[in-house]
């Protein structure tokens, strides 16, 4: 019960300090040329689904990223996938594979 308190105040902290500039950025990556996409979020938490290619240009390693806290935990390690379709509790459902013919495969 304790905790929950706490979680609370935290994402009322956070909502205020939203309020009170909503145009905030905040850095993720500092490394040069790394592009940055939000993959999901679910409204309820206070993390969202990032992909970053910090480690390939062509694909974003999909990482957690906490709002609250700053700290960001690797996910999912990608050198395959251009894209990701994520549900609303953010588990990662479909893997997107572009095919040689410029069509895209769904994968499970």
Not at 6 to 34: H, M, R
Not at 60 to 65: A, E, G, K, L, Q
């Amino acid at each position: 019960m304790k905790h929950e308190k706490s979680k609370i105040k935290k994402i009322i902290f956070y909502k205020e300090a939203l309020a009170q500039d909503p145009q905030k950025s905040t850095i993720i990556s500092n490394k040069p040329g790394v592009k940055a996409q939000i993959f999901g979020n679910n409204h309820r938490s206070s993390r969202i689904l990032i992909g970053l290619n910090d480690q390939n240009p062509s694909y974003h390693n999909v990482y957690i990223y906490d709002l609250l806290t700053d700290s960001m935990t690797l996910h999912v390690k990608n050198d395959r996938f251009p894209a990701f379709v994520v549900d609303n509790d953010m588990n990662i459902r479909l893997a997107v594979q572009e095919q040689p013919d410029g069509s895209l495969m769904y994968l499970r």
